[in-house]
């Protein structure tokens, strides 16, 4: 991926190109193999990924309310993940699993951390720009839940199903 391509990436949006070059030049490229797993759901974070070619699933794992996995999400070139972890070493949220023979640009978040330091204005852009991303992922979910929320009232679900909607609903939304 070329510098004039990468900043394209919206994560990139309104960010000097001396900036850009910088993060181009620090980042690593890594091939994946199909199937091959990038990083598992609760993982630590090290850095984020830029999809170079092929694509991407983000897939949530089993767990108490889920049954096998699911792909929530598929990312192709110029989309990126793993954002969060830029903004502290958190476990990831779901897992990454290329869905075909797929070439990611990483960017560690210590190169990240330290154009913060150095109080670089791009990089709180960066920080900025991430906000955007978490803010629409948000309001995705939240449209969601609600939407989930009135097919199970559709169907005059049992008192159980209505406490765990509720409870679902007020540790979500509040």
């Known amino acids: 991926m070329t510098v004039a391509t990468l900043s394209r990436c919206a994560i990139f949006n309104n960010l000097d190109k001396e900036y850009i070059h910088y993060l181009h030049d620090s980042a690593k490229r890594i091939a994946i193999a199909k199937d091959q797993y990038v990083f598992h759901q609760n993982d630590t974070g090290e850095g984020m990924y ?10 949530l794992a089993e767990n108490d309310t889920l049954s096998g996995n699911h792909v929530i999400n598929t990312l192709k070139q110029g989309d990126f993940f793993g954002e969060i972890c830029l903004l502290g070493k958190q476990p990831r949220t779901a897992s990454a699993v290329a869905a075909e023979d797929t070439q990611l640009l990483f960017i560690h978040t210590e190169d990240f951390a330290r154009q913060i330091d150095q109080n670089n204005i791009n990089a709180l852009k960066m920080g900025f720009n991430i906000a955007l991303k978490l803010r629409t992922h948000v309001e995705k979910t939240n449209a969601a839940i609600i939407n989930l929320y009135k097919q199970i009232s559709a169907t005059k679900a049992p008192k159980e199903i209505e406490k765990y909607k509720l409870k679902l609903l007020s540790e979500v939304l509040f």
């Open 50 to 59: 830029i999809v170079l070619s092929g694509s991407v699933n983000i897939v």
